[in-house]
């Protein structure tokens, strides 16, 4: 069993910045791919940013330029840095690490972004 669990949520102005980070830990031989989700209320959700084992990067168009992605294979961890918010960006984001198999998921953590 694979447990993930994510931090770093929590209400910012406009412009400003948060960090989330996930860490994966359990039964765990090799991560393929780390990720960020995020869902608003009412909207489906939909993919923030992925980050594969070899250290490739897929962003959503909304976000590219503002948000970065990084992972540390040693440390079963992945981070989003967000900068320059916006209050479109208030969601619920949640992690996403795909041990092949399966895929697991953190139990999501709150953005707010005020205008």
């Known amino acids: 069993q694979v447990q993930v669990v994510e931090s770093g949520g929590g209400l910012v102005q406009a412009g400003g910045s948060l960090r989330l980070s996930c860490a994966a830990s359990?039964?765990?031989?090799?991560?393929?791919?780390m990720g960020w989700y995020r869902q608003a209320p009412g909207k489906p959700r939909e993919l923030v940013a992925i980050?594969?084992?070899?250290?490739?990067?897929n962003f959503a168009d909304s976000v590219k330029g503002r948000f970065t992605i990084s992972r540390d294979n040693a440390k079963n961890t992945v981070h989003l840095q967000m900068n320059s918010l916006k209050p479109e960006d208030t969601a619920v984001y949640y992690c996403?690490?795909?041990?092949?198999?399966?895929?697991?998921w953190g139990q999501g953590t709150q953005v707010t972004v005020s205008s």
């Open positions: 996403n690490v795909i041990v092949v198999p399966r895929a697991y």
């Open positions: 359990g039964s765990i031989v090799s991560i393929n791919s």
């Open positions: 980050i594969t084992s070899g250290g490739n990067r």
